[in-house]
């Protein structure tokens, strides 16, 4: 499902990143890797304040349609 459908406070893992690869590459150095935790602590009119590697991220609703994430265990 698309990181813009995860509940708030929820940790889930990210699958696959569906961008070009420069964006791909931008969002890998920010910590948006395949296997890796991402936690929505907020959301507010469309964008998303995401917890990525110790670190907050802010992302608006596109960019969030475009990676996949699945709930539960670690991939």
Do not use: C, H
């Not at 893992?13 to 602590?41: H, M, W």
């Not at 959301?43 to 349609?65: C, E, F, H, P, T």
């Amino acid at each position: 499902m698309p990181l813009s459908m995860a509940v708030t406070g929820e940790t889930n893992y990210i699958r696959k990143i569906l961008v070009k690869d420069e964006i791909r590459r931008y969002l890998e150095k920010l910590g948006f890797i395949a296997g890796e935790p991402v936690t929505v602590i907020s959301k507010l009119n469309g964008n998303m304040i995401l917890l990525v590697k110790n670190s907050r991220i802010a992302l608006d609703n596109d960019m969030a349609n475009r990676i996949m994430i699945q709930q539960g265990e670690k991939i």
